[in-house]
C-alpha cells in the first residue's frame, strides 16, 4: 500500500535561518503534491501546490522541490519566523484523478527568537 | 463569506450514542470531505462527495454514514458511537485540487 513518510520529531530551529522539511512517499504515483500549515486547534490552510512536471515552487518565502525520481518532497522556509511556527503537512493528488489527497502525518516545526 | 463551518465545535457522547456532525460551505465547491485526525495517524479521509447527490467511502468509512443535503451542505453521521471514535473531524471543500478544511469537531465517546 501507499506510504507517505514526515519527519514525525520536531524541527526547531533559529530565527532567521531557513527551515527545511522533508516528505518521502513510496508505491504511489501523484499527479501533485500540496503542503499544508496546520496551527493548534485549527483546521490545515493549503500553501503550495507542484505537479509532477515541475521541479520547483515559490511564493514569497516558501520553495517546494518535486523529485519523482527520488519520490521527494522538501519544503524551505527561508528567513523563518516565529509566526511560522506550526505543523506541516505534505499531502499526495490522488493518481486515479480524483481530487482527494493522502496525509503525511505532518512535522511541527519550531521557530524560536 | 464564512468559508467552511462545522458544529458543533466540541461534543462528548457516551458509547452506543448518536450524533450528527454539521459541515457546510460558502464558496460554491463541487467536492466536499471528511477527515479524521488522530495522533501520529495524520488526517484520514472518512468519506468524499464530488457532487450533490454523490458520495464515496474513504479509507476509514466503518461506522460512519454520510449526506450530502445540497451543495453547500455534508453530514457526518455516528449510528452508534465508540470509544475508537474519539477524534478531531475536519471537513472541506475543494475547487480543483486545493481543499479547504473547516475548524474541526473535538468528538470524545465514553
Known amino acids: 500500500s501507499q506510504k507517505i513518510e514526515q519527519n514525525s520529531e520536531a524541527l526547531n530551529i533559529q530565527e532567521g535561518k531557513t527551515a527545511t522539511l522533508t516528505c518521502n512517499y513510496t508505491?504511489?504515483?501523484?499527479?501533485?503534491l500540496q503542503w499544508y500549515r496546520q496551527d493548534p486547534g485549527r483546521g490545515p490552510v493549503f500553501l503550495l501546490l507542484?505537479?509532477?512536471?515541475?521541479k520547483e515552487k515559490r511564493k514569497e518565502r516558501l520553495k517546494v522541490t518535486f523529485d519523482t525520481t527520488l519520490k521527494q518532497s522538501l519544503f524551505h522556509i527561508t528567513a523563518s519566523q516565529p509566526a511560522d511556527s506550526a505543523t506541516y503537512l505534505c499531502?499526495?493528488?490522488?493518481?486515479?484523478?480524483?481530487?482527494?489527497?493522502?496525509f503525511g502525518t505532518g512535522t511541527r516545526l519550531q521557530v524560536f527568537p | 463569506n464564512a468559508g467552511v463551518t462545522q458544529t458543533p465545535k466540541f461534543q462528548v457522547l457516551k458509547t452506543g450514542q448518536s450524533m450528527t456532525l454539521q459541515c457546510a460551505q460558502d464558496m460554491n465547491h463541487n467536492s466536499m470531505y471528511w477527515y479524521r485526525q488522530d495522533p501520529g495517524m495524520g488526517l484520514r479521509l472518512i468519506y468524499y462527495?464530488?457532487?450533490?447527490?454523490?458520495?464515496d467511502k474513504g479509507e476509514v468509512p466503518n461506522g460512519y454514514n454520510v449526506s450530502r443535503l445540497n451543495k453547500r451542505e455534508f453530514s457526518l453521521r455516528l449510528e452508534s458511537a465508540a470509544p475508537s471514535q474519539t477524534s478531531v473531524y475536519f471537513c472541506a471543500s475543494s475547487v480543483g485540487e486545493t481543499q479547504y478544511f473547516g475548524p474541526g469537531t473535538r468528538l470524545l465517546v465514553l
Open positions: 508505491n504511489y504515483s501523484p499527479a501533485y
Open positions: 507542484i505537479r509532477e512536471n515541475e
Open positions: 462527495s464530488a457532487s450533490e447527490g454523490t458520495t
Open positions: 499531502a499526495l493528488g490522488d493518481e486515479t484523478g480524483t481530487d482527494k489527497l493522502i
